[in-house]
């Protein structure tokens, strides 16, 4: 099995294994971020981070469910500060990729985060979060086309003035006419990757038994992930990388729970793969177990790297 190479680059950045953590799952505290750190995953990445630190939205807020998970977290983490100023610590200590998410809850935010998260060197890219559904009166940018658009134009320039490669968190999609407005506006960017997709956000899990909701936060309603979206993040994964896979990098997450679930995000197109609910249920180990699957199965395929499969995805004449 040493003959297959899982490795990965994004952004220019060089990934040992193209497997790591989503914003959100284990990399809130400095613990976490150095779990990730120690593990198998490719890259760390950061919670989305907000101006100030926020403790999140009343618990109880992630429930495990029979296939996957429902979370209305509301973005507890530590600051912009803070994400920016562990970024040299984990440099020091881990050669591998860091890569701060970034989730402002307004317009300026998002640039003041942005403008000093651009300037330390130590962060090799910025995810723009567009898809936070957890957020009381906040909509999700991504489904804004004006919004998202307006917010890119103005990211993109100091982005670029300082020459940090940016990506973009998309929510799922559901409707092919929304997959092509939306490419058709980041295409116009300098974006390194979009990454699909945030969790399917504001649905609804019921305890029959105990005639309630499972997450105390609005009304029970939350953001749903684990194999309940992988359909979804599969699709969303291909048609970007129909629309943009020849300019734009895919990053694909919803339900990878096994290598094989990582091996069919990466044949629909995907150029790495986060792991969101299977990471929270089983911790940074299962990026060691789920790379072994991988490359098991790409072993018995006769595949020797992603690139041999990477969005060779076949469809029925
Ligand atoms: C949350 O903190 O509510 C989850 C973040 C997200 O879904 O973007």
Do not use: W
């Not at 779990?35 to 995953?41: H, I, M, Q, T, V």
């Not at 530590?78 to 200590?93: M, N, T, W």
């Amino acid at each position: 099995m040493d003959m297959v190479d899982i490795s990965a680059s994004i952004a220019g950045q060089k990934l040992q294994s193209c497997l790591f953590n989503a914003a959100g799952a284990h990399c809130v505290t400095r613990g976490e971020l150095f779990d990730l750190g120690k593990s198998r995953a490719g890259l760390i990445l950061s919670k989305s981070c907000t101006l100030e630190p926020r403790k999140g939205n009343p618990e109880p807020r992630y429930k495990d469910l029979p296939y996957g998970s429902i979370n209305s977290m509301g973005l507890p983490n530590q600051g912009y500060l803070f994400y920016g100023k562990i970024a040299k610590e984990l440099k020091q200590h881990f050669s591998k990729p860091y890569f701060v998410s970034v989730s402002g809850l307004s317009f300026e935010d998002n640039l003041t985060i942005i403008e000093h998260l651009s300037q330390i060197k130590e962060i090799d890219a910025l995810e723009l979060n567009l898809s936070c559904p957890n957020i009381p009166g906040k909509p999700q940018v991504g489904y804004d086309f004006e919004q998202t658009e307006k917010l890119l134009d103005a990211v993109c320039k100091i982005t670029e003035m300082r020459k940090k490669p940016l990506g973009l968190k998309l929510p799922p999609y559901f409707d092919f006419v929304h997959f092509e407005q939306m490419a058709e506006i980041i295409q116009r960017y300098p974006v390194k990757f979009v990454t699909c997709v945030n969790s399917i956000g504001n649905a609804l899990f019921i305890d029959p038994e105990e005639e309630q909701v499972v997450i105390k936060p609005k009304g029970g309603f939350g953001g749903i992930g684990g194999y309940y979206v992988k359909p979804t993040a599969l699709a969303n994964v291909r048609k970007f990388y129909e629309l943009l896979g020849n300019r734009i990098q895919i990053i694909g997450c919803g339900g990878v729970k096994t290598g094989i679930d990582a091996f069919e995000h990466i044949l629909a197109g995907a150029s790495a793969v986060q792991i969101a609910t299977a990471l929270v249920q089983e911790g940074p180990g299962c990026f060691a177990r789920i790379e072994e699957e991988l490359k098991e199965f790409m072993e018995r395929k006769g595949y020797e790297k992603i690139e041999d499969f990477r969005g060779r995805l076949k469809v029925m004449d």
